[in-house]
């Protein structure tokens, strides 16, 4: 499942332990069966405070009256998924989020391939390939800020994309892309398919890399023609690594957080509003810590359902 | 083959090649068009903008908004923040996940595999859900608005990728290696730093830059755990550009600029090391 998982056919260092008497042998063995704990002890330590002890108390707010604000919290049950899962707003930013992740993850993969298999071509040279490879990899080093004002900068209604629409003919007066509640969720949708492509491609890339030539060789000496090749020989030898880059894509997708605010803040009308952007809202905008403990926890169930189906489809390759 | 039979393919051949250039320098330029108007935004006078028509390079050309940004101390803060935090957060990363990954890559022990499986797990996450209990976590232990707030829990984040590429890199370098050590009298630890370490540095190399690009990007956290400006990493700074008085675009553009450089260079420079490590993070992880 994972690469940190090793061979179990690698000989134990822990039989390796010989001499002394019989007490002295069992602790020196008992030391050494400590050794491999005492490695992870500082990974174990971080992960519990600040994994397993968040999750804890984000669940035990979640079923509390307004905590952090309130010295006090009394138990509360589940009113607080109550008038999450009843909140219109809540439920706005759930469909949001489904169209957000599934748009989003279904160009990355069009366009991650299309580019993948641009860069893959035998027909040019390393060092022509090599550029646009550098060129195509761009839009994922800049940090989710910059894309942010990049693409507020470029829709902005006196930008340069309304100019060249217009000057195209495609559209008459200049468009609030992020301001009209129309398309504002498509302009925040485009611009995380800008920045986020770039993890498909390299992926892809590699897979490409990986299928043998002898494949292509074979279909050709059947007379198949270039799409025959794609359909019957690339796509089967890419699909594992598709569906584990499209199920990781969208648990990522739903967790951005930073280029929504930064775009939008969840507006105009909750027309963008996230799962993610509704959670720190009810937290830090209307400090009701616990009903943002609510949408939190559902956050991670939903998450982890995703996971699941991804932990699987993992075994079963 | 017939003379004309081969011509007939030279053309298909350069018809196809002519097919995936222009594909390419479409695609190249709806990656790269954005990154270019930022760029030249930044050379801008505020008010040249949204000049209409558009202009790549305008009249007032300058490093205005660059010297703006570099003459301010506040600005300036940011960066110093940013470098702080994601350096510490590298070398405690690595420091960290080369235990964990020694530990998993050279020893059996019992629940080995369902810590790997939560440390695995712990990379799906959300950090929206994590915030709210951050929060309440730093104030109570007094590290809300400070370095240690922000450099321990981005570790929650580089941690697990972290010990998945040591582990994996680890794994590669034969046993014989730390075994000699071994018989030479010496133990697992000093087999670590004397043998291990010195030939890991590529690969931990490799981890050490996704650790930074990690830390140095990170937004949700950075908002929500401090308070003044003075602890404020780059990403904020941007945002901070953009609330203030009127839109100063051009500034906001050359401090993203700015901000980006660190994490350009370092993929420019181990580009290749990187992608390879990714990839077979992504894939396996």
């Known amino acids: ?317 | 083959m017939t003379g004309m039979a081969k011509t007939r393919i030279k053309t298909r051949h350069t018809l196809a090649k002519a097919g995936v250039i222009t594909g390419l320098v479409i695609g190249g330029l709806f990656a790269g068009l954005p990154i270019v108007w930022m760029l030249s935004t930044s050379f801008k006078s505020n008010g040249d903008v949204f000049q209409n028509p558009p202009n790549l390079i305008t009249d007032t050309f300058s490093l205005d908004a660059y010297l703006e940004i570099l003459g301010n101390g506040e600005q300036l803060r940011f960066f110093l923040n940013s470098y702080i935090v994601a350096f510490a957060v590298t070398i405690l990363t690595l420091l960290v996940a080369l235990l964990a990954g020694y530990a998993f890559s050279r020893f059996r022990f019992p629940f080995q595999r369902t810590i790997n499986a939560v440390i695995v797990s712990v990379q799906v996450v959300p950090p929206i859900t994590l915030v709210v209990p951050y929060f309440g976590l730093v104030v109570a232990l007094g590290l809300y608005n400070t370095y240690p707030g922000l450099i321990l829990t981005h570790m929650v984040f580089t941690l697990p990728y972290a010990i998945i590429m040591i582990t994996a890199y680890l794994n590669t370098l034969p046993r014989e290696l730390d075994e000699s050590v071994k018989i030479d009298g010496g133990t697992s630890w000093t087999a670590l730093w004397r043998v291990l370490v010195p030939i890991s540095v590529p690969g931990l190399i490799a981890v050490g830059v996704y650790t930074f690009m990690i830390s140095w990007n990170e937004y949700l956290f950075a908002l929500t755990l401090t308070r003044t400006n003075d602890m404020r990493t780059v990403p904020i700074g941007i945002q901070l550009l953009m609330g203030q008085h009127s839109y100063e675009w051009n500034q906001m553009m050359a401090m993203s600029i700015l901000g980006s450089i660190p994490v350009l260079l370092l993929f420019l420079l181990f580009q290749r090391r990187f992608i390879g490590g990714l990839t077979a993070g992504a894939v396996k992880a």
């Not at chain 1, 992960?47 to 002890?53: A, K, R």
């Not at chain 1, 900068?153 to 200049?174: C, E, F, K, R, S």
């Open chain 1, 1 to 317: 499942m994972t690469s940190a998982n090793v061979d179990p056919a690698a000989a134990p260092l822990t039989a390796a332990s010989a001499g002394g008497s019989a007490s002295g042998r069992r602790h020196a063995g008992l030391t050494r069966r400590l050794v491999p704990y005492g490695y992870l002890s500082p990974t174990m330590l971080l992960l519990t405070v600040l994994m397993v002890v968040p999750i804890v108390m984000v669940i035990g707010y979640s079923f509390r009256d307004n905590v952090i604000v309130n010295k006090n919290p009394v138990f509360a049950g589940l009113v607080n998924y109550a008038k999450v899962l009843t909140d219109a707003d809540f439920l706005a930013a759930l469909q949001n989020t489904a169209v957000f992740i599934s748009v989003s993850t279904a160009a990355h993969l069009v366009l991650g391939l299309t580019f993948a298999m641009m860069l893959n071509t035998k027909l040019l040279g390393g060092i022509t390939k090599a550029v646009f490879r550098i060129v195509y990899i761009l839009p994922w080093l800049f940090t989710i800020a910059v894309i942010a004002v990049i693409w507020r900068l470029l829709l902005d209604p006196a930008g340069v994309v309304n100019y060249v629409l217009q000057t195209l003919g495609l559209i008459q007066d200049g468009v609030s892309w992020l301001g009209e509640p129309g398309t504002a969720l498509w302009a925040v949708t485009f611009a995380n398919i800008w920045s986020g492509y770039p993890f498909f491609m390299i992926s892809l890339l590699a897979a490409l890399q990986g299928i043998s030539a002898d494949l292509y060789e074979a279909a050709a000496v059947d007379g198949t023609n270039w799409l025959q090749r794609f359909v019957h020989v690339t796509l089967p030898q890419l699909r594992p690594v598709i569906i584990s880059m499209a199920v990781l894509d969208l648990i990522w997708t739903s967790q951005q957080f930073a280029l929504i605010w930064m775009m939008t803040g969840g507006g105009p009308l909750n027309s963008t509003e996230m799962l993610s952007t509704y959670t720190y809202k009810q937290a830090f905008s209307e400090y009701e810590f616990a009903t943002a403990s609510a949408a939190a926890v559902i956050v991670l169930l939903l998450t982890a359902a995703l996971a699941f189906f991804y932990v699987r489809q993992q075994r079963e390759q």
